[in-house]
């Protein structure tokens, strides 16, 4: 096989990829295990971004060897770029052990890990690379730079991009990280003076034209961020958007009252993404999980589990939950103003407690199973351990500023693990975010995000995943006795300071006015709504459904019980 394998690689080579693809499929039609036959493959495929081809043969090569580097670390990247964040840590940490000492591992585990929204474990990673090859590669220092940038070390961020593009001034993606960094840290005319001196040299980068389109949107100038779009469009091979541009498309036709256009262009945006990377609504494990998390935590059951010893002198957490684009990022912005209170944003910190339970516990049972060990005499004190592994990971991202006793954790949809929250945090507030449904619904599906397994794609999946969840939050408050507050979105907008006052007392701290000037905060919130908290508090999204009810009919059927039983109604 050798010398057909030879030939194939020599065809690829040399651009004869029709005679390579044949001399591929031969051998491994004679030996489907010959590695440096499907290597070759998967280069063709690769060219040719045939992306399911793509992803089976890469999955193949390493399941033939696991310690292939090439290959773990190819799959890794594979999966970052596809938005697998989770497998991906998983391929990537295994590329870091099989060469410790290869600066490639480490800076793709440096980009895997500050997408994990474990930046500042990112950052080490990154560090070591500059240690490891003894330069300061222009690429790698703007990696590095959105990095801080996502850990909103905006000053230290704005040097390394300084250096960055001044090392390699032609490189358009360091201009983009740069004027993006800038437009979240709300310097408009830096931003605007760098995509102006980046699109002098690449004026149609469609990567620039849509950072150029969100900057005009955010100073108010809808037309021409609308045919900066145009533009991009005109110039694409297909002389259509990609996903990202027709979200942002919508958002700006939302704005300028074209509801219609702009429902369009969200459902364009969302089809593409699910075309492009095959992610659909993982509605049997969402069901399947929600139905053990209910099983497992009754109060019969609960009653009978140890408790965690008292914690009084240590940082207290706020859980701020609520679904998506419910309005947790506002109620964070508006609590970190105030002097005792630190913002954590989305800590991943809960969800990693349930994937390390079961090796904590020393269980063959998956969480929320392996809590059953805190009946046996060596995991009685189980619930300690996770709080202290909690409490550890905030004290390791330096989340606390001076002066500080609690601390914020919005992670979207950790109410799905509000039990697992009370048994480790018995006394934490638990502020749960309450929207019209049909807001939530409507608002989630014009945003591209993969929380709550993937359900973002369609309006019906968006829909049915939020009465499941909702359905689950009542199932805990049943069962378990809870320390929670219901805050509306909309009460927030009306009646500000009464709702912070509430809010306030709730966790057992004075009112603050600086609470009530949320906008003036210069932390930079890392949710995909850092830019409408930077603003002064504004109704335009209070009953925005109804810009949209013919296009949102089919889901209001689903969503009816729920939005009754909190109280609000379909005008």
């Not at 991906?88 to 585990?109: D, G, I, K, T, Y």
């Not at 390699?168 to 709300?186: C, F, Y």
């Not at 930077?534 to 059927?557: C, G, H, M, T, W």
Request: glycine content about 6%; charged content about 25%; proline content about 5%.
């Amino acid at each position: 096989m050798a010398p057909l394998v030879q030939r194939a690689t020599e065809a690829n080579r040399d651009g004869d990829a029709k005679v390579a693809e044949r001399l591929c499929l031969d051998v491994l039609e004679l030996v489907p295990i010959e590695r440096d036959a499907l290597r070759v493959l998967y280069n063709i495929r690769k060219a040719e971004t045939r992306h399911h081809a793509v992803e089976s043969l890469i999955r193949r090569l390493v399941a033939l060897d696991a310690n292939d580097f090439w290959a773990v670390n190819e799959l890794a990247l594979m999966l970052l770029n596809k938005g697998n964040i989770a497998e991906a840590e998983v391929h990537a940490r295994n590329a870091v052990r099989l060469a410790p000492q290869n600066p490639q591992a480490h800076n793709l585990m440096g980009m895997v890990l500050t997408e994990a929204h474990k930046p500042h474990l990112g950052e080490y990673h990154y560090r070591r690379v500059i240690d490891l090859s003894g330069r300061r590669d222009p690429i790698l220092l703007a990696n590095l730079a959105w990095n801080l940038k996502t850990q909103g070390k905006m000053t230290e961020a704005r040097r390394l991009y300084e250096e960055s593009a001044g090392q390699a001034p032609d490189v358009p993606q360091t201009m983009l990280g740069w004027a993006r960094m800038e437009e979240a840290d709300r310097q408009f005319g830096n931003a605007t003076a760098i995509l102006d001196r980046a699109q002098a040299k690449f004026p149609d980068d469609p990567g620039l034209l849509l950072a150029r389109a969100v900057l005009l949107r955010r100073t108010g100038r809808y037309e021409q961020a609308l045919e900066t779009l145009q533009t991009i469009a005109h110039a694409s091979r297909n002389g259509s958007l990609s996903s990202d541009e027709l979200l942002e498309k919508g958002a700006l036709l939302d704005r300028m009252g074209r509801y219609e256009e702009a429902f369009a262009a969200f459902e364009e945006g969302k089809r593409l993404t699910c075309e492009l990377t095959g992610t659909r609504y993982q509605s049997e494990q969402a069901r399947q999980l929600s139905h053990r998390l209910g099983g497992f935590f009754t109060a019969k059951r609960l009653a009978t589990l140890p408790r965690v010893t008292d914690s009084s002198e240590q940082t207290k957490p706020i859980f701020v939950l609520g679904f998506p684009r419910s309005g947790t990022t506002l109620v964070e912005q508006m609590l970190s103003a105030h002097p005792r209170i630190s913002a954590g944003d989305e800590l991943p910190l809960i969800n990693e407690i349930t994937v390390r339970m079961p090796g904590m516990f020393d269980s063959p049972l998956p969480y929320p199973e392996a809590l059953a060990e805190l009946w046996m005499a060596d995991h009685r004190d189980g619930l300690d351990k996770l709080r202290d592994y909690y409490l550890d990971q905030v004290g390791r991202r330096g989340i606390m500023k001076p002066g500080a006793a609690w601390l914020t954790d919005k992670m979207p949809l950790n109410e799905m693990h509000l039990g697992l929250i009370a048994l480790v945090f018995p006394t934490a507030p638990l502020v749960h975010v309450m929207r019209h449904p049909l807001d939530v619904v409507l608002s989630v599906f014009a945003t591209q995000l993969t929380h709550g397994f993937c359900c973002s794609y369609e309006l019906e999946t968006v829909a049915r995943h939020y009465v499941l969840v909702m359905h689950l939050v009542e199932h805990y408050r049943h069962e378990m006795a809870l320390r929670y507050l219901t805050i509306r979105y909309e009460d927030m907008v009306y009646d500000q300071e009464a709702t912070v006052r509430r809010l306030l007392d709730f966790i057992g701290e004075p009112f603050d006015a600086r609470c009530l000037r949320f906008h003036e905060n210069l932390r930079y919130a890392r949710t995909a709504s850092y830019a409408q908290v930077s603003q002064k508090l504004y109704d335009r999204s209070i009953f925005r459904y109804r810009n949209y009810i013919a296009q949102i009919e089919a889901v209001i059927p689903i969503l009816q019980p729920v939005i009754e039983q909190l109280g609000y109604k379909v005008d």
